[in-house]
């Protein structure tokens, strides 16, 4: 847990659950917060298995993954190549357009010239191209004067993305099983405080919404989970028009280390299927894998 992202805070809050979620199910479970000295610790405590609860570049994208296959221990959630995939949203939109999922149109444009002009017709959503949990993500409106200033802190190379209205709609998928379906409710745009933070959004689990597109997610998520290669849990995220009927499903992206805050998603689907937080934690440990 932990490690070097954006995403340390809600990793440490993750990993801590996790670990008391585990010794509910009386598994010893040892905490380890990622740093320069990991493959020391991990050499030094021999775990018989790593629940990987690090969020965010290093930890999801396929780095620890390799170190972890490297030292011949098993872990939780998805390989290399599939974590690598996963995190690269443009490279991921392009596996799921392969496998004929509904996706918007998107580009990697320049930092600069995004600032400078409209790279795209508005509205559109400027995010990186390889950060999780809505990090330094800008929602650019036909009413905005201009281009957007992004933040220095934004990567030289960002995507661009055709905004897609709607409600905000997600499936976890379990092993070979999509969960269920929650939609989101929240007052302006879902960003990491209205993820993380106490009272930041509302969840309906099972989502209130026709059977035909309550299907669909399911349908939708469990291909995405294959046609990258995940394994464990994952959380593939949807935004539904209401107008547009089947037509306006469109799927997001494919988060394969989803959060597991007492705010989370994807522990509340899973208690919504009578999966408790401990039993889910315990799955994703007996789950762990080396393709080494």
Not at 21 to 27: D, K
Not at 105 to 131: F, G, L, Q, T
Not at 145 to 152: A, E, R, S, T, V
Request: charged share 25%; aromatic share 6%; hydrophobic share 40%.
């Amino acid at each position: 847990m932990g490690g070097p992202s954006a995403e340390r805070e809600v990793s440490l809050f993750t990993g801590k659950a996790c670990a008391a979620a585990l010794r509910e199910e009386n598994i010893n479970a040892i905490e380890v917060d990622a740093g320069p000295d990991l493959v020391a610790r991990l050499q030094d405590i021999k775990p018989d298995a790593v629940l990987n609860c690090l969020h965010g570049r290093w930890g999801e994208d396929g780095c620890v993954q390799g170190v972890l296959e490297w030292l011949g221990i098993p872990y939780s959630h998805s390989g290399v190549l599939a974590s690598a995939l996963a995190m690269d949203k443009q490279r991921s939109k392009d596996v799921f357009a392969q496998a004929g999922l509904p996706i918007v149109k998107s580009i990697i444009a320049k930092r600069d010239d995004v600032r400078a002009a409209h790279v795209m017709e508005p509205p559109y959503v400027v995010k990186p191209n390889n950060e999780g949990s809505s990090v330094g993500v800008y929602l650019v409106e036909v009413e905005n004067n201009g281009p957007p200033q992004l933040d220095d802190d934004m990567p030289d190379e960002v995507m661009v993305e055709t905004f897609a209205p709607g409600r905000e709609l997600t499936t976890t998928v379990m092993g070979d099983r999509a969960l269920t379906v929650t939609d989101i409710l929240t007052t302006g745009w879902y960003d990491y405080d209205a993820k993380y933070k106490e009272g930041g959004s509302s969840h309906v689990v099972p989502a209130d919404v026709p059977s035909e597109i309550f299907a669909l997610c399911m349908d939708y998520a469990k291909r995405a989970h294959t046609a990258l290669g995940c394994r464990g849990v994952s959380r593939t995220d949807f935004r539904w028009d209401e107008t547009r009927g089947v037509d306006g499903l469109i799927l997001l992206e494919t988060n394969t280390q989803p959060g597991m805050t007492a705010t989370s998603l994807t522990p509340e689907q899973g208690e919504a299927v009578g999966i408790t937080f401990p039993q889910l934690c315990r799955w994703m440990v007996e789950d762990a894998s080396c393709n080494r």
